[in-house]
């Protein structure tokens, strides 16, 4: 656990469907997978959507740890119940500048060598682990998007990446 993602399980680059954004048609200066592996990788602070039981929508911010192609996190309140009743969300980076946003559904991740290899890498990455008590949610995304905010990059940077074989 803990390593490089498998070329088995690099996503397939295209162009999200945005028409009204202008972009590009050409599938020149799409970003590669390496490009959203290093913001998801050095992102501090991540921003994840859930949906309530009434389908309102709910937003909040966290910590997570991106390995071996999936975004672990620990959580607990609204969002984890939300996510135990709903696995199904989306996440994004802090930066809306070079953004990137996955969207899948999470695994409760059990105790034993893997979770504790997470636990600590969190804790090499904030400084402290995460609540022993909360549960520790893997995301393996279906669909990623990759956008930069740059005018003269937007229309010819955006990717959108589709994860086939999960």
Do not use: Q
Not at 1 to 25: K, Q, V, W
Not at 45 to 58: E, G
Not at 102 to 127: C, F, H, M, N
Request: with cysteine.
């Amino acid at each position: 656990m803990l390593h490089a993602m498998s070329d088995a399980l690099r996503p397939r680059p295209a162009r999200p469907h945005m028409p009204a954004y202008g972009i590009e048609p050409s599938e020149e200066g799409l970003l590669d997978w390496s490009w959203a592996e290093e913001r998801l990788g050095t992102s501090r602070n991540y921003w994840l959507a859930t949906s309530r039981a009434d389908a309102r929508p709910h937003l909040m911010a966290l910590w997570a740890l991106w390995a071996d192609g999936e975004l672990f996190f620990s959580t607990d309140g609204v969002k984890a119940s939300n996510l135990r009743r709903d696995p199904r969300c989306s996440v994004a980076t802090e930066s809306g500048s070079e953004a990137v946003i996955l969207e899948g559904s999470v695994r409760i991740v059990a105790r034993g060598d893997a979770w504790d290899a997470i636990r600590d890498r969190y804790a090499e990455k904030y400084g402290e682990g995460f609540p022993e008590g909360s549960p520790l949610f893997a995301l393996a995304p279906d669909v990623a998007f990759g956008f930069i905010e740059d005018s003269s990059m937007f229309g010819s940077a955006a990717t959108r990446w589709t994860f086939e074989g999960r």
